[in-house]
Nanobody
């Protein structure tokens, strides 16, 4: 059974930093891809970052490129995102997710191809 333990998030002023982490269990990471999505009120779920099958490839959304950095701790099966230079528009609930689909399907970060989801963690950036 795939399970996620999300941590981090919180509230920060614009320009500040936060780190969110997702500890995963119940699957072989080289067969799964893990990523983070976010969803703000009234908006569609947006793919933020993706680590494809243990790190073969990565995806970082243009909206966060240069500000968000992916890292993984193989020993703890944890995917983290260091979020710097945060903006009010980064405010959202951030969800950890996993997929077994190949790169061609998930490179666009279509949520329909991610079957496993965490509970979400709130990130609030005030101006």
């Amino acid at each position: 059974q795939v399970e996620f333990l999300e941590s981090g998030g919180g509230s920060v002023q614009a320009g500040g930093s936060l780190r969110i982490s997702c500890a995963a269990s119940g699957f072989r990471k080289n067969l799964y891809s893990m990523g983070w999505f976010r969803q703000a009120p009234g908006k569609e779920r947006e793919g933020v970052v993706l680590l494809y099958r243990g790190g073969i490839r990565t995806f970082v959304a243009d909206s966060v490129k240069g500000r968000f950095t992916i890292s993984q701790d193989n020993a703890k099966d944890t995917l983290s995102v260091q979020m710097n230079s945060l903006k009010p528009e980064d405010s959202a609930v951030y969800y950890c997710a996993a997929s077994t689909w190949t790169w061609d399907y998930i490179a666009t970060m279509n949520p329909d191809y991610f079957a496993y989801w965490g509970q979400g963690t709130q990130v609030t950036v005030s101006s």
